[in-house]
C-alpha cells in the first residue's frame, strides 16, 4: 500500500531508525543489543556471518542429517521475573540441548529469538548473553542468528538447536520393540524435589541435599556425551522432560507397545532418597515431576555390555528400570508387585 510505504520512508529513513520507532523493538535498539551482545556470540562460526546478514548458513556434511528442535520460555509460566537471567539463558539453551542429545546428535549451533518487554533492561540482555556464552562454550553450539522484538506480554525466549547425526540414524520415540529394556541416564525426580525445596518445602532435608536438588532443578545437565552414543544401541529414546511416566508413555504410545517398571529400580540421588525415607509419598513427584533432562532409552538385551561401557566411560549412571511389554500404556510396579495407580502422568500445558 502506498500510502503505508510513504509513511514508514518518513518516518524512517535508516534501519536504525526503525529500530527506534518500530512498535516491534526494545527501546535500546535492537541492533546495538545484537551487536553489543550476541554477535560476539557468533563470532568463531562463520555461516553466523557476524550476525549481519538475514540468515545463516548451515554446512550440509556429507553422510550426516541435520537435528533441528525448538524449545520456548515464558517469563512466569517457565521462569520467574526476578531468576537470574544467566540462569534462565542456560535453562533455554539446555532444554533445547537435551532435546538434541536424547535424538542421538551432537549439538551444533542454535537461533535466539528474544521477546522483550517495552522499555527493554539492558543489563537483563547483557547478564542474559553471559549466561549463553559460559554455556554455548561448554557444550560447543554456537548462536548463529534470531530475531528480537518487543511486546507488552511477558519476556519471552525461543531457542533452535541444530545437531548432527549420522544420516538416518535419529533416535526416535517410536523404535521400541518388545522385550527391550527400559533405562534411564543419571538420576530421576531431582528437580521435581527441588521445585519443592524452592518453595520452601523439604525442610526436614538438609542444606547441602536442598540446594542440590534446587540446583538440579534451576539447571538442566543435558546429556550431549551420552545421546550420540545411543545411536546403533537404544531403539527408542526420549529425554525426560514432562515426567518420566510421561515421557514413557509418548514412548509407548509412538511404539504402539507397552511398558512395565519397576519403582524399586529407578535411580535416586541420595538427596531424593532421603526425601523418599522421610515421606513416601514423594514416589508420586519422583514417578511424574518432570525437568530431570536424563536420557530415557529402551535397547535389546544385546546392548547391555555396550551400555555398561559407555556407562563406565562417561562416569554416568544408566539404569534399567523396567521393559518393553505388548498392550499400552505404562505400568508401574510396587516393592511388593501391585501395580501403582496414578492419575497423571506428567506435565502438560493444555
Ligand atoms: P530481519 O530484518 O531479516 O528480520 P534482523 O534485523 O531481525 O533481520 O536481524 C539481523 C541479524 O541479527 C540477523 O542475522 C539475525 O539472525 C540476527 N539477530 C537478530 N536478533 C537476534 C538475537 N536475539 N540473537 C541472535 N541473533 C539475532
Ligand atoms: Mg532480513
Not at 226 to 234: F, K, Q, S, T, Y
Request: with cysteine; hydrophobic share 45%.
Amino acid at each position: 500500500m502506498a500510502s503505508l510505504i510513504a509513511s514508514r520512508a518518513a518516518f524512517a529513513p535508516t534501519k536504525s531508525t526503525v529500530s527506534r520507532v518500530s512498535p516491534k523493538t526494545p527501546q535500546a535498539g535492537e541492533f546495538e543489543l545484537i551487536a553489543r551482545y550476541f554477535a560476539p556470540l557468533a563470532r568463531g562460526f562463520p555461516g553466523a556471518v557476524g550476525l549481519l546478514d538475514d540468515a545463516a548458513y548451515l554446512k550440509a556434511e556429507p553422510g550426516k542429517d541435520l537435528v533441528v528442535t525448538s524449545d520456548a520460555l515464558v517469563e512466569g509460566v517457565h521462569f520467574l521475573p526476578d531468576d537470574p537471567p544467566e540462569l534462565v539463558a542456560r535453562k533455554a539453551l539446555r532444554v533445547n540441548l537435551s532435546d538434541v542429545a536424547a535424538k542421538g546428535a551432537v549439538p551444533i549451533a542454535y537461533l535466539l529469538d528474544l521477546v522483550l518487554p517495552w522499555g527493554c533492561d539492558e543489563p537483563w540482555v547483557a547478564r542474559f548473553a553471559a549466561g549463553l556464552g559460559t554455556d554455548q562454550t561448554e557444550f560447543g553450539a554456537s548462536l548463529i542468528g534470531g530475531d528480537t522484538a518487543a511486546t507488552p506480554g511477558p519476556l519471552t525466549i525461543a531457542i533452535t538447536a541444530f545437531g548432527h547425526v549420522e544420516s538416518g540414524k535419529m533416535l526416535r520415540r517410536g523404535g521400541a520393540k518388545l522385550g527391550d529394556d527400559i533405562y534411564v541416564s543419571g538420576s530421576v525426580g531431582d528437580a521435581a524435589l527441588g521445585l519443592l525445596v524452592c518453595r520452601g518445602g523439604l525442610g526436614n532435608l538438609n542444606a547441602a541435599q536442598r540446594s542440590f536438588l534446587a540446583d538440579r532443578y534451576r539447571l538442566p545437565r543435558p546429556r550431549t556425551t551420552l545421546g550420540p552414543r545411543l545411536v546403533d544401541l537404544a531403539h527408542a529414546a526420549i529425554d525426560v522432560s514432562d515426567g518420566l511416566v510421561a515421557d514413557l508413555g509418548h514412548i509407548c504410545d509412538t511404539s504402539a507397545v507397552g511398558a512395565e517398571i519397576d519403582e524399586t529400580l529407578i535411580p535416586l540421588s541420595n538427596a531424593a532418597r532421603a526425601a523418599l525415607k522421610a515421606d513416601g509419598s514423594h514416589i508420586v513427584s519422583i514417578l511424574t515431576g518432570g525437568d530431570d533432562y536424563e536420557i530415557l532409552f529402551t535397547a535389546p538385551a544385546a546392548a547391555a555390555d555396550a551400555l555398561a561401557d559407555i556407562s563406565r566411560a562417561l562416569d554416568l549412571d544408566l539404569t534399567r528400570i523396567g521393559l518393553i511389554k505388548g498392550g499400552r500404556g505404562v505400568v508401574v510396579k510396587r516393592a511388593d508387585g501391585t501395580t501403582r495407580d496414578l492419575e497423571r502422568g506428567g506435565w502438560q500445558h493444555f
